[in-house]
């Protein structure tokens, strides 16, 4: 009898799934998010903000995505579903597939088998935050919480920048920008808007999905007065927690539940606030603070009577002791450990570069994916994939252990494709002087939690450590890679090729995918050099800039790049950015390094000595 309710429970399931279609061509379009600046946005069939994807947990989603943007490469990213078993439609430019070309089409098609939040986004370099990121919600009538809501509300977090990201990338990419000074946004977003009411009903239960689909700061959320629990974070159910105040970075989901008050005679704020530790400079005119407001009636007025800015703000909720709902124990000890030490510094063309282990990410001339498939046998050898992909090649069924060291003093959301992972131990943050790498050996770790908690995208604490575990269950290539998009840009990624044999046996391209490779002459055979002739030759393999002569330091650089300025426009520097506008980024460097704005900047000799002649040459 059993077996035959299980049967029909299949059975049910499988007429009840069904395709969901979109098309989602992207296309520029005017908007003004903020209020305060319009500009050129990237929207989805002509409207911004892009829409709402929905499907129900086991549907097909088939998108017919067209990149309309004349001027740029792009694709789509379904951030944290699995794609379990079509890795080709995972996304990420270079890695899964080609760049689709202006004017050009494909379909992504997969099925869903995952509960949740989640969100889509271009991933080609540095285009989502000019606006191609939208929710991804996948509704589940069998969640344990699904009789304790009455209504169910998407909010999208951001920050927001005036400038578009082909302006800022090259200002943050620069020799002028040796320290790697993040372009400041201009404001937070708040359901891609600001000053908004979220009306709602006294006596009722809202399911809110907050995602953070920004690409910097991280932000903290509360709502004056009212308490929520937590039932979901990043496609993960968890055991209610009660909390007041969370802390959600950028690619971070939090689904809450929030009971409402049983009078109207009230209006209360939400609070956002951007985390100015990720801030290198806080200009004068920037609000961290901002204002929404959770509507119970409509009496404006009374709005102006809450008042956000009374929280504690020194202990939000602790992701690291949630629970997962299904009580997933922690993973025996690992097959295989990757140590991973976080860094950033400049190469020799003075640029500020992020690394893994010294390597920036630098991508390869075929798609990994690509590679995988072309390369035979030797798809499990690493050296095929190049030295500056990073790659990382995984067998089927191993249990991974990701140890995450920072040497920065920055806080960074690391994020998996193709999995959640376990999160077993994460450090306070140290001192900047005071880098901490984890030692398995030390009697200060505590101990590791038997049910931990799983997610998608988890922080690391300045100059801190993290440990994190999942099974290589899922064949296919997935990057593992910090979420800021700035420190994307730096080449802050690994990638790891998970059981290339069975990636080979189960993976089926396209031709739309294909063709989208013809467009633009990318090849689709051969090693990271394109080499498909002999698999372990990477002469030509796209490599990262070299590094500094020894000796040679960042602030050398700065001081360097500022005097040759001075002298080549010869005068103090104060007169030379007078003359023009003095940018965040500009402003934060000379603030950073405490450089002097007149002539008489220390210049260390040993720097100017080793000086090479293309750093110069270059002023
Ligand atoms: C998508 O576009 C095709 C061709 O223009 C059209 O036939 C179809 O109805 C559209 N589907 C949706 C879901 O909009
Ligand atoms: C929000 O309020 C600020 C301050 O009054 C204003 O400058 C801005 O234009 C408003 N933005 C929107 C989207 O209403
Ligand atoms: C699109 O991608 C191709 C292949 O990587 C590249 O050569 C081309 O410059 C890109 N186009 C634009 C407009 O960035
Ligand atoms: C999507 O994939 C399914 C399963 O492989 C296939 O039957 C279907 O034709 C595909 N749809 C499109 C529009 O490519
Ligand atoms: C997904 O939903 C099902 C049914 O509600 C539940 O059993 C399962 O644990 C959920 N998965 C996760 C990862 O929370
Ligand atoms: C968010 O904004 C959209 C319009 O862009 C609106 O339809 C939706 O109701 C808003 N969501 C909330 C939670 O207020
Ligand atoms: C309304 O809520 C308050 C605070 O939770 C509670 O003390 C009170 O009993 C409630 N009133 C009714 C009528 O349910
Ligand atoms: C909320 O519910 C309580 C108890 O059911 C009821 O007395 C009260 O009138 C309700 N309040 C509103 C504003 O509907
Ligand atoms: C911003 O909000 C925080 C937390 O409530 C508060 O401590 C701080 O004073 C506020 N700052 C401003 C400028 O309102
Ligand atoms: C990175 O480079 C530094 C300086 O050259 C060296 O001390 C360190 O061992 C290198 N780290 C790794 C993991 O190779
Ligand atoms: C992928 O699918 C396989 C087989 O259905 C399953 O065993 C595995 O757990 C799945 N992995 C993920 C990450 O969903
Ligand atoms: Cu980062």
Redesign the pocket.
């Known amino acids: 009898m059993k077996s035959f309710v299980v049967l029909l429970l299949a059975f049910m399931a499988m007429v009840s799934a069904k395709t969901v279609t979109y098309n989602l061509t992207a296309t520029w379009v005017q908007a003004n998010p903020d209020g305060c600046h319009e500009r050129r946005v990237i929207g989805v069939n002509n409207v911004w903000p892009p829409p709402t994807i929905e499907v129900d947990k086991g549907d097909?989603l088939?998108v017919h995505f067209t990149n309309g943007l004349d001027d740029r490469n792009s694709t789509i990213h379904w951030h944290g579903l699995y794609q379990n078993g079509t890795a080709d439609m995972d996304g990420p430019s270079m890695v899964s597939q080609c760049p689709v070309a202006p004017g050009a089409s494909v379909?992504y098609?997969f099925t869903v088998n995952q509960n949740g939040t989640y969100w889509y986004h271009a991933h080609v370099p540095s285009q989502y935050p000019d606006g191609f990121r939208g929710a991804f919600i996948v509704h589940d009538k069998e969640a344990y919480f699904a009789d304790m809501y009455d209504e169910e509300l998407v909010l999208p977090l951001s920050e927001w920048y005036h400038d578009e990201m082909q302006v800022l990338v090259p200002k943050f990419m620069s020799l002028y920008n040796p320290s790697g000074a993040e372009p400041i946004p201009q404001n937070l977003l708040f359901n891609e808007t600001m000053n908004s009411t979220i009306h709602v009903k006294p006596n009722t239960t809202y399911l809110i999905r907050l995602i953070n689909i920004g690409a910097f700061v991280s932000q903290y959320f509360w709502i004056e007065d009212h308490d929520f629990q937590i039932v979901e974070v990043d496609g993960v159910y968890t055991e209610p927690s009660t909390a007041d105040l969370i802390y959600i970075t950028a690619a971070q989901r939090y689904s809450i539940l929030l009971t409402t008050k049983n009078t109207t005679d009230k209006n209360y704020a939400i609070g956002t606030r951007m985390d100015d530790n990720m801030l290198d400079l806080i200009p004068e005119d920037l609000l961290l603070n901002q204002t929404n407001w959770l509507g119970y009636n409509d009496d404006k007025s009374d709005y102006h009577n809450a008042d956000p800015s009374l929280k504690d703000l020194t202990a939000p909720f602790d992701d690291f002791y949630l629970v997962p709902h299904d009580k997933q124990g922690i993973l025996p000890e690992p097959d295989h450990e990757i140590v991973v030490d976080v860094s950033m510094d400049n190469l020799d063309d003075g640029v500020n570069y992020a690394f893994f282990n010294n390597i920036t990410y630098t991508r390869p001339k075929v798609p990994t994916l690509y590679t995988v498939l072309s390369a035979g046998d030797d798809a499990t050898n690493s050296l095929v994939y190049g030295e500056f992909t990073h790659t990382v090649v995984l067998e089927h069924m191993d249990v991974i252990q990701i140890v995450v060291n920072n040497a920065d003093t920055g806080t960074h959301p690391f994020h998996l494709h193709g999995h959640e992972f376990q999160v077993i131990n994460r450090s306070p943050s140290y001192g900047d002087d005071d880098p901490t790498p984890y030692d398995p050996e030390s009697s200060d770790n505590p101990p590791f939690p038997d049910i931990p908690m799983r997610r998608d995208t988890v922080y690391l604490r300045p100059s801190g450590h993290m440990v994190l575990r999942f099974r290589a269950d899922n064949p296919g290539v997935w990057l593992f890679h910090c979420h800021i998009e700035w420190h994307l840009e730096q080449g802050l990624v690994l990638t790891f090729v998970e059981a290339p044999k069975i990636i080979q046996e189960q993976t089926n391209v396209?031709p739309d995918h294909w063709a989208a490779c013809a467009d633009l002459s990318v090849p689709t055979t051969g090693n990271a050099a394109a080499n498909s002739a002999n698999f372990l030759d990477l002469t030509g393999q796209n490599a990262q800039v070299i590094f500094l002569p020894a000796g040679f330091t960042a602030r050398g650089i700065v001081a360097l790049v500022f005097s040759c300025i001075s002298a080549f426009i010869g005068m103090g520097f104060i007169a030379w950015y007078g003359a023009s506008d003095l940018s965040n980024t500009e402003a934060k460097i000379i603030l950073k390094n405490g450089v002097e704005l007149n002539d008489d900047q220390e210049l260390d000799i040993q720097d100017t000595e080793t000086v090479n002649p293309h750093l110069a040459h270059h002023n």
């Open positions: 097909t088939v379909v098609n396209r």
